[in-house]
């Protein structure tokens, strides 16, 4: 019975064998319709492919008979047809999508853009109290005329003039004619509660159009890129263009272990900052993990800005950003180190900052005194950092790539989609057209560089733009809102 048993079990066994040496017919024929299928799928997108290929014409001679005037043979042959393939994505050139840091101009025009009313000339009169200069582009963008009402600091109108002049320069009969009023000053100044909301619904009157280099979320005065982007000669700061090469130099010559594992400061307190001169308590590296720098300006100039140079500042770890009478230039740069961005509770933005998303590309530092205070939340900051370095450094790479991609190419894309916005909202005409009308005064670039300083000069001709070669790249729809 054993034997019987044992010689069934050995004959299942070899039956399974054969049933998985030969499969049902069932299978068979689902395999050979699949492989049928597969086949006739291949030929099809293969017939496309060259009834594809055979209709496009390529820079290389495909599908083109050779030029019949031509006397000799041509002997280049038939250009590979893979390549009209491989390469018909391209064949159609679209201009690039915008970067989403300065993608806000929807956010920054909607109080003209709700309701359809526009920007009005009564509107644009009224934002002359609090404006420095009018500016008028017209003919196409081949004219710039300004309207000077008070004197800028330092050399900001001139850069800001210089600055429009490059844009005409980069994008020649792309800049619509725009007529607007400028505040060259820091603090922003069209407040949202004197008017109910800024035109949201029913409930409030569209504010007077105002430019200027920030703004904060209880403002509306429009956000424009400042004057440094083509240099700050009175700090010997340089375009930003090679500033940001130089910076991000100096930062690769230091490896983030090899810097020094505390939170880093240097500037200005002087500056009717409370929150800079609170920061200057925090200035101990054994309690707070921190060393605050006071910036000298004066003394700087004396010899020659030998120890603020700042692509030799990216020596820390991590690096504070504290905001100054307002928004300070110097963030960009800061988080050009790629070092941890600790940021101090911002009240300012500028055009860029708004693509900025914490525990990304900065650390949040706060000030709330219930919440620990500003000292130490820099320590948890740091702490946390040392914590976890890989993510620490993650975090200000991420921070210096954000600063990559904010090239002088984005600033202007965001420039033009801003006047050509705000163009589309204007509901008159723009005044002037040569020759100027008094007081305003025609600008162009010689004008500039014959007022300007010999040190002023040197930056505004380093700081020229060249025409674009390609499109301005095309802001997505929902930027901003």
């Given at each position: 019975m054993a034997g019987y048993a044992a010689e069934a079990g050995a004959a299942a066994g070899a039956g399974r064998g054969r049933a998985a040496r030969h499969p049902p017919l069932t299978s068979l024929v689902v395999s050979t319709i699949a492989a049928f299928s597969a086949v006739v799928v291949f030929a099809i997108l293969r017939s496309v492919h060259d009834a594809a290929v055979s209709r496009t014409t390529t820079l290389l001679g495909h599908n083109?008979?050779?030029?019949?005037?031509?006397?000799?043979?041509?002997?280049?042959?038939?250009?590979?047809?893979?390549?009209?393939?491989?390469?018909?994505?391209?064949?159609?050139?679209?201009?690039?999508?915008?970067?989403?840091?300065?993608?806000?101009?929807?956010?920054?025009?909607?109080?003209?853009?709700?309701?359809?009313?526009?920007?009005?000339?009564?509107?644009?009169?009224?934002?002359?109290?609090r404006a420095s200069m009018r500016v008028a582009i017209t003919g196409g963008g081949r004219w710039l005329h300004v309207e000077l009402?008070?004197?800028?600091?330092?050399?900001?109108?001139?850069?800001?003039?210089?600055?429009?002049?490059?844009?005409?320069?980069?994008?020649?009969?792309?800049?619509?004619?725009?007529?607007?009023?400028?505040?060259?000053?820091?603090?922003?100044?069209?407040?949202?509660?004197?008017?109910?909301?800024?035109?949201?619904?029913?409930?409030?009157?569209?504010?007077?159009?105002?430019?200027?280099?920030?703004t904060t979320r209880n403002h509306f005065d429009i956000p424009f890129p400042d004057w440094s982007f083509w240099g700050w000669p009175e700090t010997n700061i340089e375009p930003w263009s090679k500033e940001f090469r130089d910076i991000k130099e100096g930062a690769k010559a230091i490896k983030w272990q090899e810097r020094v594992a505390t939170a880093y400061w240097k500037g200005n307190p002087d500056v009717a900052s409370p929150l800079r001169v609170a920061l200057l308590n925090c200035n101990d590296t054994n309690m707070w993990h921190a060393e605050i720098m006071r910036q000298n300006w004066d003394e700087e100039v004396k010899s020659g800005y030998h120890n603020s140079k700042l692509s030799s500042q990216c020596t820390h770890r991590y690096k504070i950003y504290a905001e100054g009478f307002a928004w300070s230039v110097s963030l960009k740069y800061i988080l050009s180190c790629g070092s941890m961005a600790l940021v101090i509770d911002p009240q300012y933005e500028d055009f860029f900052s708004r693509g900025l998303r914490p525990e990304v590309n900065f650390w949040p530092?706060?000030?709330?005194?219930?919440?620990?205070?500003?000292?130490?939340?820099?320590?948890?900051?740091?702490?946390?950092?040392?914590?976890?370095?890989?993510?620490?450094?993650?975090?200000?790479?991420?921070?210096?790539?954000?600063?990559?991609?904010?090239?002088?190419?984005?600033?202007?894309?965001?420039?033009?989609?801003?006047?050509?916005?705000?163009?589309r909202l204007m509901r008159f005409r723009p005044a002037e057209a040569p020759p100027p009308r008094?007081?305003?005064?025609?600008?162009?670039?010689?004008?500039?560089?014959?007022?300007?300083?010999?040190?002023?000069?040197?930056?505004?001709?380093?700081?020229?733009?060249?025409?674009?070669?390609?499109?301005?790249?095309?802001?997505p729809p929902d930027a901003g809102e």
């Amino acid at each position: 019975m054993a034997g019987y048993a044992a010689e069934a079990g050995a004959a299942a066994g070899a039956g399974r064998g054969r049933a998985a040496r030969h499969p049902p017919l069932t299978s068979l024929v689902v395999s050979t319709i699949a492989a049928f299928s597969a086949v006739v799928v291949f030929a099809i997108l293969r017939s496309v492919h060259d009834a594809a290929v055979s209709r496009t014409t390529t820079l290389l001679g495909h599908n083109l008979e050779p030029t019949p005037w031509h006397l000799f043979k041509h002997d280049k042959g038939r250009p590979p047809a893979r390549a009209a393939f491989r390469c018909a994505p391209s064949l159609t050139c679209r201009p690039p999508v915008a970067q989403p840091a300065p993608g806000t101009t929807n956010a920054s025009l909607a109080p003209w853009r709700r309701g359809g009313g526009g920007v009005t000339r009564a509107l644009l009169d009224a934002a002359q109290r609090r404006a420095s200069m009018r500016v008028a582009i017209t003919g196409g963008g081949r004219w710039l005329h300004v309207e000077l009402y008070y004197a800028c600091v330092q050399s900001r109108a001139l850069f800001t003039a210089w600055s429009l002049l490059q844009l005409m320069r980069r994008y020649p009969g792309r800049v619509p004619d725009v007529e607007l009023m400028f505040d060259c000053m820091d603090r922003p100044a069209i407040n949202r509660t004197d008017y109910g909301g800024g035109g949201d619904g029913d409930h409030g009157s569209p504010p007077p159009p105002l430019f200027r280099y920030c703004t904060t979320r209880n403002h509306f005065d429009i956000p424009f890129p400042d004057w440094s982007f083509w240099g700050w000669p009175e700090t010997n700061i340089e375009p930003w263009s090679k500033e940001f090469r130089d910076i991000k130099e100096g930062a690769k010559a230091i490896k983030w272990q090899e810097r020094v594992a505390t939170a880093y400061w240097k500037g200005n307190p002087d500056v009717a900052s409370p929150l800079r001169v609170a920061l200057l308590n925090c200035n101990d590296t054994n309690m707070w993990h921190a060393e605050i720098m006071r910036q000298n300006w004066d003394e700087e100039v004396k010899s020659g800005y030998h120890n603020s140079k700042l692509s030799s500042q990216c020596t820390h770890r991590y690096k504070i950003y504290a905001e100054g009478f307002a928004w300070s230039v110097s963030l960009k740069y800061i988080l050009s180190c790629g070092s941890m961005a600790l940021v101090i509770d911002p009240q300012y933005e500028d055009f860029f900052s708004r693509g900025l998303r914490p525990e990304v590309n900065f650390w949040p530092v706060h000030i709330d005194v219930a919440a620990g205070g500003m000292c130490e939340s820099i320590r948890d900051a740091v702490e946390w950092g040392e914590a976890h370095p890989a993510e620490a450094e993650a975090v200000g790479r991420r921070g210096q790539r954000l600063m990559e991609e904010l090239d002088m190419d984005a600033v202007y894309d965001y420039m033009l989609h801003l006047l050509t916005e705000y163009a589309r909202l204007m509901r008159f005409r723009p005044a002037e057209a040569p020759p100027p009308r008094p007081p305003a005064q025609e600008v162009c670039e010689a004008s500039v560089l014959c007022l300007a300083g010999e040190k002023q000069r040197r930056f505004l001709e380093a700081s020229a733009a060249s025409p674009a070669v390609s499109e301005p790249c095309v802001m997505p729809p929902d930027a901003g809102e």
